[in-house]
């Protein structure tokens, strides 16, 4: 049995919790920005240790195409510490179904994370 709640977010006479559930999303919402992305880089050394002080180049492709510089290449990426990084993906970098992201720099491995958007 659901119990009946009223959430301040969700407008009617009242939602029950399956309704709160299935309103979240569960993956990135396509044509939408991601604040503060993260992601790992480690040293092409070994392979293992984390990388920090990289200048990242980050690219995307988006449903099969050609590789392009993420939208906030520049300024919206930031080191958090211990090859932890984070950027700042505009909504141009998940406008399609099937996303690709790359992350490149010198001394360290490339990172490649690949995800599937939902529609809004």
Request: with cysteine; aromatic share 6%; charged share 15%.
């Amino acid at each position: 049995v659901w119990a009946k709640v009223v959430h301040p977010g969700l407008t009617g006479a009242g939602k029950t919790l399956a309704d709160i559930g299935n309103s979240l999303p569960t993956l990135p919402t396509k044509n939408t920005s991601l604040v503060n992305f993260p992601f790992l880089m480690v040293s092409d050394a070994d392979h293992v240790s984390p990388k920090t002080g990289a200048l990242i180049t980050p690219t995307r492709s988006i449903d099969g195409g050609a590789f392009a510089p993420c939208a906030n290449a520049e300024s919206g990426l930031a080191e958090v510490g211990n090859g932890i990084y984070t950027i700042d993906l505009a909504a141009s970098d998940t406008n399609g179904t099937n996303i690709v992201l790359r992350f490149t720099a010198t001394g360290a491995d490339d990172r490649v994370i690949v995800f599937v958007t939902q529609s809004s």
